[in-house]
């Protein structure tokens, strides 16, 4: 029996702007991860409709995240971008897990906490399948790793969580059929469909923390524009939210352990360390001892070197919608036929006959 073949699969949601966060904890690792994998990215319109049905803008936004992943150096015919809603068997899977997975798991998502807020009797249902269909997202194409921040690590534990269960609970038929995988979970080996897909959270920029606040996470629904740095921002806005950004009164320390209590300072230095493509002991090793006032143009240069280029090249990708359109479509295709051979074997699996 062989092993699952190793696949990358992604997600972003098109609401609102990408930001920083999205880009070094996400896409920036996504373009790197195409020299070694096959790779799937996918802009997960189905999902952006969970928190909040009517978007006016909902094509535009996802024709914006398509130019962003190619503008960030995706290639799009040696790999797959294509959008959610295309490939209507996530949406299969996802109802398939809905029946895996048990309302506590998905009651614990501190994510679902959060986007209800108090009233969570009035949260949409699909609210709290989301991580049910995130799993049927990466799972549909059997994807074994997942390049995220670390926001999403609890629905990559969940994600795990329904492969483990769906593979226990159809293990004999599995190996009846003779598609299975050897697994072993604990001190049984069984024959297992989907993979335990394997997060990849990693580097100095998995968390990107809010500019006006380093306890909160930098996102696109704050409601301050100087929290974040967006991917359309132009140097003068990269400098001024650069410049903006609170900071405490001591000088940058020269080692890691000094960084604790100081989640601007720890921010700001992880920021620097992702752009620059080096460690945070190499940022302090170098900037340790100087003030703020030092070390933020120096950043804001950097931002503003690595970013601007990303900025112009989605501009000039998203002004040609043709071409857009036909990167979606083309991968959607692609994307498509994969996801149909898994949906058969899961539809002979589970026993829902399709021919
Ligand atoms: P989304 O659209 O909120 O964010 C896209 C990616 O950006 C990462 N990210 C951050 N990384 C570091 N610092 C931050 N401040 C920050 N903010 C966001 C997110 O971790 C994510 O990797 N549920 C997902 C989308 C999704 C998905 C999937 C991802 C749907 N299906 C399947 C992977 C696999 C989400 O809402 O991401």
């Known amino acids: 029996m062989s092993s699952f ?3 990358v699969f992604s997600g972003v949601q098109p609401t609102g702007n990408l930001h920083l966060g999205n880009y070094l904890g996400a896409i920036r690792k996504f373009v790197a991860l195409q020299e070694s994998h096959d790779c799937i990215y996918c802009v997960v319109d189905l999902h952006s409709i969970t928190a909040q049905l009517v978007h006016d803008d909902l094509p535009s936004q996802t024709r914006s ?6 503008a960030a150096g995706i290639d ?10 295309r490939v209507p068997q996530h949406a299969e899977l996802a109802w398939i897990f809905n029946c895996v997975a048990r309302i506590g798991w998905m009651n614990r998502m501190t994510q679902f906490k959060d986007k209800a807020g108090k009233d969570r009797e009035n949260a949409s249902l699909g609210l709290l399948a989301y991580p049910s269909l995130m799993a049927a997202d990466i799972l549909v194409y059997r994807a074994t790793h997942v390049p995220v921040g670390d926001d999403q690590k609890q629905h990559l534990e969940l994600t795990r969580d329904i492969a483990a269960k769906f593979n226990n609970d159809f293990s004999r038929r599995i190996g009846e059929l003779g598609i299975g995988v050897e697994m072993t979970m604990g001190d049984e080996t069984l024959n297992g469909f989907f993979p335990l897909t394997e997060p990849l959270i990693e580097g100095p920029a998995t968390r990107v923390m ?43 320390p020269s080692e890691l352990a000094g960084l604790k209590d100081r989640p601007e300072a720890e921010n700001l230095v992880g920021i620097y360390a992702a752009l620059a493509e080096t460690s945070r002991e190499a940022v302090m090793a170098e900037f340790g001892g100087r003030q703020f006032s030092a070390f933020k143009p120096a950043l804001a240069e950097l931002a503003v070197e690595k970013l601007a280029p990303v900025a112009a090249e989605m501009r000039r990708i998203s ?34 006959l399709d021919d």
């Open 5 to 7: 073949k190793p696949l």
């Open 65 to 70: 995240i398509t130019a962003a992943f190619l």
């Open 76 to 85: 799009p015919e040696k790999h797959i971008v294509f959008n959610q809603a």
């Open 210 to 252: 809010s500019l006006r606040d380093g306890t909160k996470k930098m996102s696109k629904s704050d409601p301050s524009d100087l929290s974040r740095i967006n991917l359309t921002d132009d140097a003068d806005a990269i400098a001024k939210k650069i410049k903006k950004a609170k900071t405490d009164p001591e000088p940058l």
């Open 319 to 352: 002004a040609d919608r043709a071409y857009v359109d036909a990167v979606l479509r083309d991968g959607g295709e692609r994307a498509g036929a994969l996801a149909e051979a898994t949906m058969k074997q899961v539809r002979e699996i589970v026993g829902l």
